[in-house]
């Protein structure tokens, strides 16, 4: 039996539930849960109308509520949950699947609603628990973080004797046609973004002010791209299982309009977490009233939906890990990458390449974990596992990877 539940439905999830439609030789019952139920169902027809005949059932659930999550749990009895909400929502749902004996995957590592900041500490901390409930967590199993850890689990395996340097290179190339959007979930994205930039070098980590460190690389069929140091939570779990890595950095590339709007935004105030009261005029026009609102979560509100970005996204993606280390004695680099194409992700699914990127990773680890390959008691990040049977996956479900072998990787 291949039972499983997913949790959410935006981008990433619908690009899951069709890879999961794809692939019913391992996923015998699937599930899509979310606090609006009708979107899971908009997602069902979807799929349903490009031809696959996968019976899917749909649930509502307040993922922040542990007591609805175990009774959907229990109701369902998933092998298991496939966590594509929030980062806010990890810990609920790890709570959730504890309680009612359900095994656990996500895409992104926990962060707590009242601050912008994410580690896997919280995560981690809960290793002796699933240990000793004999369950598995799966954690960050998407492309970055996901298959740059699998890459770098593979490099490790079969290309190096020791790795030194580590630089995961993420570019986004396609062209949506709109002034200001983000390519997944706005609120988490903005978040990111605006936060302090931090590597690792040496043994100690190092912060910079936000977008403060960048450079042009070259993308393969791309081309140069400005690209800006960032903090992204695969270099947290790298580092510690590749204690021979003494540089670790995360680039990714932003377009000069995304961040003069950006700019704006922070410099205004929209891109504010805490909460603040105005006055509003009731719709009778008797008086106002006081409502509370977080500016970030109102500017999701007005923003672009990411779902609806693909019918005209142009372009592709490139993302890879560029690896310096030793083997049998010699220096040598390593560069392994995917490119995406927008168009073909949203022909395949209706969603662009960036949620095709990081949708079809979870439904890869998924099938790991139900054919018993990746499947052990604990949490774990994903190079804690064999990469090879990941890495065929990524081939024949839609993210071919191609190797460059000692070239030059301009960081």
Known sequence: MGKVLMIGAGGVATVAAFKIAQNTDVFTDFMIASRRKEKCDQIVEAIHKKGYTM??????????????????????????????????????????????????LDTANYEPKDEAHFEYSWQWAYKERFEQAGLCAILGCGFDP???????????????????????????????????????????????????GLYYENGEWKETDPLSVHKAL???????????????????????NYPSIKLARFWMTFGQQYLNYLDVIQNIGMSRIDEIEYEAPLADGTGTAKVKIVPLQFLKAVLPNPQDLGENYEGETSIGCRIKGTKDGKQRTYYVYNNCSHQAAYEETGMQGVSYTTGVPAMIGAMMFLKGIWKKPGVWNVEEFDPDPFMEQLNTQGLPWHEVFDGDLEL
Do not use: W
């Open 55 to 104: 019976p899917i059932k749909t649930a509502q659930v307040d993922a922040d509520d542990v007591e609805q999550l175990k009774a959907l749990f229990n109701d369902y009895q998933p092998e298991l949950v496939i966590n594509l909400a929030l980062p806010y929502q990890d810990l609920t749902i790890m709570e959730a699947c504890l309680a009612c004996g359900c095994n656990y």
């Open 146 to 196: 996901g298959v740059s850890g699998i890459y770098t689990a593979y490099a490790a395996k079969h290309h190096f004797n020791e790795m030194t340097q580590l630089d995961i290179v993420d570019c986004n190339a396609g062209n949506h046609h709109k002034a200001f959007a983000t390519n997944f979930n706005p609120e988490i994205n903005i978040r990111e973004i605006t936060q302090k």
């Open 218 to 240: 070259t993308y393969p069929n791309i081309g140069p791209r400005e690209s800006y140091l960032m903090h992204h939570e695969e270099l947290e779990s790298l580092v510690k």
